[in-house]
């Protein structure tokens, strides 16, 4: 079994301080929306997060990174044969588990209004049928619950290991993989974690959630 956490991800709701700022408020209205109740998204408020959050408008507000990886993940042989799980942990600390069976709208606007339902029910009690539930829960306490196997945490400042390399004794491994653009990781993860690169320069998450699951794919022989 393969675990993929992505971790840190981009994804959360527009913050106050950017309530009253004119991309925020145009988004909102064209969408119909309380602005509460809305995805923060660079490509429509690029301008409003770097007046509030100097440099960061490249990484904060991204959902079209997560919307690409699971549209890679869950169309995967590996995942179409049950043989994966995966669990996206958010810059707000909550944890999204994504059953194996789930089917990501290919549209972009579909899914955003997806994860915004999401967001909106975290206080309601969890479905064991859903196919996507959310919880509160840190990036800590989500390795330690569902990692399986050994733990890899990827990053481009981590010992090189080419990526068909990096599946060696057990059969069970657990992947940690950014859910940003840019950066490094916010949350604080153990020092005992074995940090690894599999390419000298940073590459999206969605191309490195392909190259570890191929990899895997071909290690098992599913492939």
Known sequence: ?????????EIEFVPEDLYNEPDSISYARRRSKDISKILLDSNYMHTAIDKHYPGESKRRGRPEIIHMALLVALESILNRSNGMRLYIHTRENFVIGVNWETRIPRSYNRFIGLIENLFENTDKKLNDDSLLKIWKSDLNQCIAKYSSGKIILLTPRGRYSGVRNLFENDENYTIIIGGFAEG????????????????????????????????????IGLV
């Open 1 to 9: 079994m393969l675990t993929i956490i992505i971790a840190d991800a």
């Open 184 to 219: 490094d990781y916010r949350s604080d993860i153990p020092a005992d974690i074995e940090r690894i690169s599999i390419f000298n320069e940073e590459l999206a998450v969605w191309t490195v959630i392909s190259e570890i699951v191929c990899s895997y794919e071909s290690w």
